[in-house]
T-cell receptor, first 114, second 108 residues
Framework: DAGVTQSPTHLIKTRGQQVTLRCSPK?????VSWYQQALGQGPQFIFQYYEEEERQRGNFPDRFSGHQFPNYSSELNVNALLLGDSALYLCASSLGGPIQETQYFGPGTRLLVL | GIQVEQSPPDLILQEGANSTLRCNFS?????LQWFHQNPWGQLINLFY???GTKQNGRLSATTVATERYSLLYISSSQTTDSGVYFC??????????FGAGTRLTVKP
């Protein structure tokens, strides 16, 4: 049973560029959440997708957008990259519905913005 | 918004020692999880514990939701327990908030 997978593992971009990160949820999971973890801090919630809709959003600007596909995989897009966007981006999957279940995290994508 | 505070921020132990990590939260929550983040950044779920006590080997956790705190116990610590331990609370709107973590170093 494959766990949560993310690609790419590492990425280097320059300011102003755009980036797309990808996540495949654990088998059987239908909900994907994205987090940003800056160095030395805890993860911060970006948004959650369920049934191809953004269900909840954290305190992140509109430069951060996402998408969920019919197979439940998801993408995180960040436009107009800033130096402060350098972080570990984590994807987590779970079973959605009215009762929340345990979230399982992927290995993350390390983004460096120069 | 809700505050999630973890203590201590740093902990250094000798192999074989026991420890208790604490997580306080400022408002009622839908759920609470404990995670261990290894040096490569992988977050591993340890406990899903909205209330009560659970045990898994040398680890156990207790959440007292009415008093808004949770404890993670590590007994007979090993060097492989090193890393950062996070408490995360799930709000009623599906938002999840993490504490700043406790960095544990277990020395041989």
């Amino acid at each position: 049973d494959a766990g949560v997978t993310q690609s790419p593992t590492h990425l280097i971009k320059t300011r102003g560029q755009q980036v797309t990160l990808r996540c495949s949820p654990k088998s059987g999971h239908d909900t994907v959440s994205w987090y940003q973890q800056a160095l030395g801090q805890g993860p911060q919630f970006i948004f959650q997708y369920y049934e191809e809709e953004e269900r909840q959003r954290g305190n992140f600007p509109d430069r951060f957008s996402g998408h969920q596909f019919p197979n439940y995989s998801s993408e995180l897009n960040v436009n107009a990259l800033l130096l402060g966007d350098s972080a570990l981006y984590l994807c987590a999957s779970s079973l959605g519905g009215p009762i929340q279940e345990t979230q399982y995290f992927g290995p993350g994508t390390r983004l460096l913005v120069l | 918004g809700i505050q999630v505070e973890q203590s201590p921020p740093d902990l250094i132990l000798q192999e074989g020692a026991n420890s208790t990590l604490r997580c306080n939260f400022s408002d009622s929550v839908n759920n609470l999880q404990w995670f261990h983040q290894n040096p490569w950044g992988q977050l591993i779920n340890l406990f899903y514990i909205p209330s009560g006590t659970k045990q898994n080997g040398r680890l156990s956790a207790t959440t007292v939701a009415t008093e808004r705190y949770s404890l993670l116990y590590i007994s007979s610590s090993q060097t492989t327990d090193s890393g950062v331990y996070f408490c995360a609370v799930e709000l009623w709107n599906n938002d999840m908030r993490f504490g700043a973590g406790t960095r544990l170093t277990v020395k041989p």
